[in-house]
């Protein structure tokens, strides 16, 4: 796909984008220096060039706890979506959890059994950039939601107000009690 997408030189092809600084570029390439590759790895500092990348992922490594931001993927190798489940539970919550699967049967089980800031099918990050569709992280990877409805709830403060008319200012809610107290208890429950 890689080579459908870039040609056989994807540093050549114009429409491979490259990291956004050299701060970051530096980021990422220390966090490849101890990474098995298994596709890719070159990398030009002068350029800010990344390959795409693929690892081998060390669920202990940085490249799996940290956002990465390049075009490199970890991947992690599990027997069942039972063992994806279990992996994706011991860890902080994503931001995403994306599966390709026809199963009905498995995606509502990722729907169901995981928790993350969103969920995808057979397709990555589009869910972003849908309008209408809330869009952020649980716990430590984000909190609210933006896009749409939601997000303007999220970044908005509701304020309560109520107002009680003079005419409702019943007498019996203020003291003395002396039954009354033991009346309301029982009406209450």
């Given at each position: ?10 540093r ?34 002068e ?68 928790q ?22 649980v ?34 809610r ?16």
């Open positions: 796909a890689i080579a459908e997408f870039y040609g056989p030189d994807p050549q092809s114009p429409d491979f984008g490259r990291l956004v600084s050299t701060r970051q570029f530096d980021r990422v390439d220390a966090l490849l220096k101890d990474a098995t590759v298994l596709h890719g790895g070159e990398r030009v500092r350029e800010r060039y990344i390959a795409p990348t693929l690892v081998e992922g060390d669920p202990d490594s940085a490249l799996m706890q940290e956002e990465i931001f390049a075009p490199v993927l970890p991947l992690i190798e599990v027997s069942d979506l039972e063992a994806a489940l279990r992996f994706i539970a011991e860890r902080p919550k994503p931001l995403a959890a994306y599966l390709f699967s026809r199963s009905n049967t498995a995606r509502q089980q990722l729907i169901e059994r995981s993350s800031g969103s969920v995808a099918f057979n397709d990555v990050i589009v869910q972003a950039g849908v309008p209408g569709l809330p869009f952020g992280g716990g430590p990877s984000g909190i609210g939601r933006c896009h749409g409805e939601a997000g303007f709830r999220s970044l908005s403060n509701q304020k309560s107000v109520y107002q009680r008319p003079f005419a409702l200012d019943l007498a019996w203020y003291p003395p009690y002396g039954n009354r107290l033991s009346l309301l208890k029982r009406l209450l429950g």
